[in-house]
């Protein structure tokens, strides 16, 4: 963010302040599907700040747009939402964003936006829901609108988003796009208070529609696992181990004082064949930021399901080769050679087995590779490159 942008911000934030100030906003305020829930007008210019953020990530890029995945999330969205929550109007809706770091987050008019990145590193539909269900109750609560008016000063305001200054390497535009409230909601997050609210309230969404409430803690424990393994502490919400410790105190505490259940549901197998695809374009994106752990355990996971999954012997191969380390470029070529093996129409295998047997002065298995890559890949972007390459070992 340069100084201009955060003038912007700085402006923005000086007004809305002005305006809740003007309007002597201080009484307690209704939750959505009270039967006194009205917007006021300063809620009315954050959704349309809300709506105008939509637009851009919109037209972005980052929007996942498969409609497989997108109703499914949007199916356990629905079962969550209370009938007097409905009866409000909010529209509620749940979108797909194409990012690797482990986050969701919430407008304040119910737009939900869920990551590939944490999509792929929970387990099933009950962890699911816990994830919607916190998310849900952030816009229930009114909590965007709550925060902003607690604050005292511009200093106080301007706090929420001074984290968007921390880089974020590959995605770096993505906080850019998300705007003022955006980032509220998505990196800074809100108050412990709002955020134990969001817990208790949403835990309870998860318990009436019959989900498995021991899966609750597991979500954030999963979480909080796979970014010790890779020494990770990301900028985003869902991301910060103090605040994950707190997610698995707060739902330890729920879970130990809930009723028992009889029968919960936790589909893990609907929840797979629907986020494979999620999972193995997700592990891509790793792969690009560098995140080799990450990666390979994502790829991994898909192989448990189906051993015979060419793009994940692929990816496993693509996270030994660009490694660099000479111990595992055997264990890449392995790889690959698994990936034709269940679909000799894999061209990029055949690419990756090209530059490995070139590398290893293997003439003739790169010719070979080469030669089929640019069969199956007629029009590729670095065919060029790659033609370079035949005519030189010639």
């Not at 009205?38 to 498969?66: A, H, M, N, P, T």
């Not at 079962?79 to 990012?99: D, E, R, W, Y």
């Not at 985003?236 to 004082?257: C, D, M, Q, T």
Request: hydrophobic share 40%; aromatic share 10%; charged share 20%.
């Amino acid at each position: 963010m340069n100084q201009r942008q955060f003038s912007l911000i700085a402006a923005f934030l000086l007004g809305i302040s002005l305006s809740f100030v003007g309007c002597g906003v201080s009484s307690p305020i209704a939750q959505v599907g009270d039967k006194d829930f009205v917007l006021e007008q300063d809620e009315r210019s954050l959704w349309k700040e809300s709506k105008e953020e939509e637009d851009k990530l919109d037209k972005s890029g980052f929007i996942y747009r498969d409609s497989i995945a997108t109703t499914y999330v949007n199916t356990v969205l629905n079962n969550l939402i209370p009938p007097n929550v409905k009866a409000s109007g909010v529209p509620f809706h749940a979108v797909i964003l194409k990012n690797p770091l482990l986050n969701a987050f919430a407008y304040p008019n119910g737009s939900l936006y869920i990551h590939t990145g944490i999509l792929t590193h929970i387990e099933n539909e009950a962890q699911l829901a816990t994830i919607i269900g916190h998310e849900i109750n952030h816009v229930i609560c009114r909590h965007t609108v709550k925060e902003i008016r607690s604050a005292k000063n511009t200093t106080d305001a301007l706090a929420f988003f001074q984290v968007a200054t921390i880089p974020f390497g590959f995605f770096g535009v993505f906080a850019n796009i998300l705007g003022t409230v955006g980032t509220m909601a998505a990196i800074s997050g809100y108050s412990r208070d709002a955020e134990r609210e969001a817990d208790t309230k949403g835990f309870a969404l998860v318990l009436a529609a019959g989900y498995d409430i021991q899966e609750s803690p597991k979500v954030f424990q999963r979480l909080k696992e796979d970014l010790e393994e890779q020494h990770a502490d990301e900028p985003f919400f869902f991301g910060s181990h103090p605040k994950l410790n707190e997610r698995i105190s707060n739902f330890n505490e729920l879970v130990a004082h809930a009723p028992i259940q009889k029968s919960p549901l936790i589909r893990a197998h609907e929840y797979d064949s629907v986020m494979t695809p999620v999972v193995l374009m997700n592990t891509e994106m790793d792969l690009q930021m560098g995140r080799y752990e990450s990666a390979q355990k994502s790829a991994e996971r898909v192989l448990l399901l189906d051993s015979c999954c060419s793009q994940a012997h692929y990816l496993i191969g693509e996270t030994y080769r660009q490694r660099g380390d000479t111990t595992e470029q055997q264990l890449a070529f392995q790889a690959y050679q698994k990936a034709v093996i269940c679909d000799s129409a894999n061209a990029n295998a055949f690419k990756g087995i090209g530059l490995l047997a070139q590398k290893r002065k293997d003439i003739p298995t790169a010719q070979t590779a080469f030669r089929q890559y640019l069969k199956l890949q007629p029009h590729a972007a670095d065919r060029s490159y790659i033609e370079k390459y035949l005519k030189k070992m010639e």
